[in-house]
């Protein structure tokens, strides 16, 4: 049974940082993180491999968002630096056994989500 928890959202003003973590359990897996922001779609932001050798990310945030893994830790994190308030969204990781994918409808598992709020 994989679970999927992620921690580290907030309020944080434009230009800050902040760390997600996703804590997962019941394998290692290729996971990625989505966003969501109201009353849009959920959008495919960067996904790293079991071991984190293979990482991707949208073109929209390449360069400001690092994905990176502890397995030791069974944990993903997404750095998120330069913050802008069209990153506010409520951002969920997701996991899945083959290659990543930018489709969220290909991760059969989620995590339930934590917001991040950025004040211009």
């Known amino acids: 049974q994989v679970q999927l928890v992620e921690s580290g959202g907030g309020l944080v003003q434009a230009g800050g940082s902040l760390r997600l973590s996703c804590a997962a359990s019941?394998?290692?897996?290729?996971v990625a993180w989505f966003r969501q922001a109201p009353g849009k779609e959920r959008e495919f932001v960067a996904a790293i491999s079991p071991f984190g050798g293979a990482r991707s990310y949208a073109d929209s945030v390449k360069g400001r968002l690092t994905i990176s893994r502890d397995n030791a830790k069974n944990t993903v994190y997404l750095q998120i630096n330069s913050l802008k308030p069209e990153d506010t969204a409520v951002y969920y990781c997701?996991?899945?056994?083959?290659?990543?994918?930018?489709?969220?409808?290909?991760?059969?598992?989620w995590g339930q989500g934590t917001q991040v709020t950025v004040s211009s």
């Open positions: 997701a996991a899945r056994i083959f290659s990543s994918s930018v489709t969220a409808k290909d991760y059969p598992y």
């Open positions: 019941g394998g290692v897996y290729v």
